[in-house]
């Protein structure tokens, strides 16, 4: 399976909360840096997630901004 | 000067692909992995962005996916 | 492999357009609407799109408007 | 009234839930397939929207992602 | 016709530039800002826009993002 | 320290709501509009936001739709 995201790093779970309607998962990736995902309860549960296991974080491109230090 | 949005990586432009309306900007973070943005022309020209640049990587956390392999 | 987005539809790739930096995918659904996705020129040929694919369209809930006609 | 995004879906709202401050909102669109947006509390409560409820469906291409199984 | 975007801001179309797949409209709206929007050809030119047209801007919250200066 | 985003608006924030994972913060921009930004709790309490600070909004033009009346 091919997913049209040009973004994509490993990592794994470090930390899940649970909201009403929305969850936060946060995922350490290569290199050491904390990404995080924003996605429904219905998502996460689906997913069944847990802090632990390896993932993959997709980002479509046009959702990358760039910041000129 | 601070920006809301949880996911930020640091890297290097390693390529920049220039088209009509739309450019593509390549960037090499921390871990070896290569992150791409897709900006307009404008905004790239406004950053003054070239091969070698040191730039921030920003996304927001609703635009993040996690996949399960 | 799982992606943690509610929105999945399933259909086959009726057109696709190249751009410079970016492309244009339209898919026919189930019910017969044609849903679009704008990818990288990079990420198309990635995927290897041709026409007649079958395709899973798939968009972050937080991506999706409603309008009540 | 026009809008400038190319998928448009229409259907009928079959299931809606509150949080604090996001709701999340179910839609039977055309072919069976559910369809889930996220908006805010006030979003939907300046919508009105209310169950079984007729609805235009609209996401912008570039939040479109392909996959290929 | 209501629409679940939290964030409308009227204004006039200045300009229009036309890539192969993409197109950029810049609009003047109230107080004088200027705003960008990035959509497919096909949909300008569904949208039938010209230099002058008055249109409505359209985000979602989810979209916005605040920086501290 | 330069933002690769075509949209950036200044104001004052009017108002915030805290959800358990997300929060909305209301902004009154330049000719009056009142913009909204949706983004996790985190991203809040780290931008330290309060009613009457003084804010840019951004916004990707990808992510802003036109609307012809």
Redesign the interface.
Same mark, same amino acid.
Not at 17 to 25: D, E, F, I, N
Not at 46 to 49: A, C, D, M, P
Not at 53 to 69: C, E, G, H, S, W
């Given at each position: 399976?091919?997913?049209?995201? /040009?973004? /994509?790093?490993e990592g794994d779970v470090t930390e899940i909360? /649970?909201?009403?309607?929305?969850?936060?998962?946060k995922?350490r990736?290569?290199?050491?840096?904390i990404?995080?995902?924003?996605?429904?309860l219905?998502?996460?549960d689906?997913?069944?997630?847990k802090i632990g296991?390896?993932? /993959?974080?997709?980002?479509?491109?046009?959702?990358?901004?760039?910041?000129?230090?």
């Open positions: 399976m091919k997913i049209g995201a /040009r973004n /994509r790093l909360k /649970r909201g009403t309607v929305m969850s936060q998962v995922v990736v290569a290199g050491g840096a990404m995080e995902s924003v996605m429904t219905d998502s996460l689906e997913l069944g997630l296991d390896k993932v /993959r974080v997709a980002v479509k491109a046009v959702n990358v901004m760039l910041i000129k230090p």
